[in-house]
């Protein structure tokens, strides 16, 4: 016979059982959205900074005609520039680098997908192919994250 305390254990048990799977799956589906919400919350970040360079850029024409004449191809415009014109351009052009190091980091973290490095510069970007940006580039490539470092200057041909 059926001992009715075996059979009221047993049910207490898969009780128990149902209960912990049933916090595990909510666990997992609570990481997967708070995964989510970080993801888009990096993305708005970025979007931000992007935004921000390009702004300051697009409305300063000061700071647009120091862009254009430091980081051009033109190496003999670039020395008509004033050292106030100069500083400027690299400033912007060292947020720009921070940046894409975030994407970079980003990605390589597997929190944003790799499209997202077209996206913010990484590849493709005339301006980190000046012999004036070699140059400033070599300067300040210490003080970027190292994994960073290695992608941009295999991209770019920094070495």
Not at 38 to 47: K, N, S
Not at 61 to 76: F, G, H, I, S, V
Not at 88 to 106: K, S
Not at 120 to 142: C, E, K, V
Request: zero cysteines; aromatic letters at 10%; glycine letters at 6%.
């Amino acid at each position: 016979m059926n001992d009715p305390s075996s059979t009221k254990s047993r049910v207490a048990r898969l009780l128990s059982a149902l209960g912990v799977i049933a916090s595990l799956v909510f666990v997992g589906l609570q990481v997967r959205q708070n995964t989510q919400a970080l993801r888009t919350q990096i993305r708005q970040g970025l979007a931000d900074r992007d935004a921000q360079v390009i702004y300051s850029i697009a409305e300063n024409p000061a700071l647009a005609r120091a862009w254009t004449l430091m980081w051009q191809r033109d190496t003999l415009a670039a020395r008509t520039l004033t050292m106030a014109d100069s500083t400027q351009a690299r400033w912007a052009m060292w947020g720009m680098l921070r940046m894409v190091e975030n994407a970079y980091v980003q990605v390589n973290e597997g929190v944003l997908p790799e499209s997202s490095l077209v996206g913010y510069g990484f590849t493709d970007n005339n301006n980190f192919q000046t012999p004036q940006f070699a140059a400033f580039w070599h300067g300040i490539r210490g003080r970027f994250d190292p994994r960073f470092v290695a992608a941009f200057e295999a991209e770019y041909h920094l070495k």
